[in-house]
């Protein structure tokens, strides 16, 4: 309940959300608009559960995106 998947479009202060992810449900294929993305992960200690897990894939879309 307290404890979250958030990820973001970017590595920069401020970048936007791509959506925060919690419980059961596997979220969307997340595709960031450039680049880079930042996955926070929030937990309050408060369960000790089996917790995330999360796997990534990249495309090469050359030096012209």
């Known amino acids: 309940m307290y404890d979250y ?13 791509l959506g925060r992810f919690c419980g059961h449900t596997r979220p969307p294929t997340i595709t960031s608009s450039a680049c880079r993305m930042t996955v926070k992960f929030v937990a309050d200690g408060s369960i000790s559960a089996r ?15």
């Not at 998947?5 to 959300?17: C, T």
């Not at 917790?51 to 995106?65: E, M, P």
Request: hydrophobic letters at 30%; zero cysteines.
């Open 5 to 17: 998947v958030e990820v973001f479009d970017g590595h920069l202060p401020g970048a936007a959300s």
């Open 51 to 65: 917790g995330f897990s999360a796997s990534y894939s990249s495309i090469d879309k050359g030096t012209n995106y």
